[in-house]
């Protein structure tokens, strides 16, 4: 929008919010600016500049335990048992703790015990 449109609209606005009663051309000129302060806030901005293309970011280690991301790791029995079943991960502190669902074993994750 442009300064002088502005400067027009302010001054305008300053005379009819003065005491008394606006006349008939202050009104007459106040419908006029808002038409076109209409006119000129309909034409759309220019958009500019595409911003730059981000590289993807590279896949993470799957055979690194990452919190918030699956654990994939290769299948290793209990130490205790020997058992291979689903087995129930979780945190202490800031270690990942496995347990056996067979002999209820724990152990450090990434670590035979």
């Not at 290769?74 to 202490?92: L, N, W």
């Not at 496995?98 to 209820?104: A, F």
Request: charged share 20%; aromatic share 4%; with cysteine.
């Amino acid at each position: 929008m442009s300064s002088e449109l502005v400067y027009r609209m302010r001054t305008c606005a300053a005379a009819l919010a003065s005491n008394g009663e606006p006349p008939l051309i202050l009104l007459r000129d106040a419908a006029d600016l808002l038409i076109e302060a209409s006119n000129v806030m309909d034409v759309p901005e220019p958009l500019g500049e595409p911003m730059e293309t981000l590289s993807p970011r590279p896949a993470p280690n799957p055979s690194v335990a990452t919190w918030g991301g699956s654990l994939n790791a290769t299948v290793q029995p209990c130490p205790s048992c020997g058992a291979i079943d689903a087995r129930t991960v979780h945190r202490s502190g800031r270690k990942l703790l496995v347990t056996c669902p067979t002999c209820t074993h724990q152990w450090e994750y990434g670590r035979a015990a």
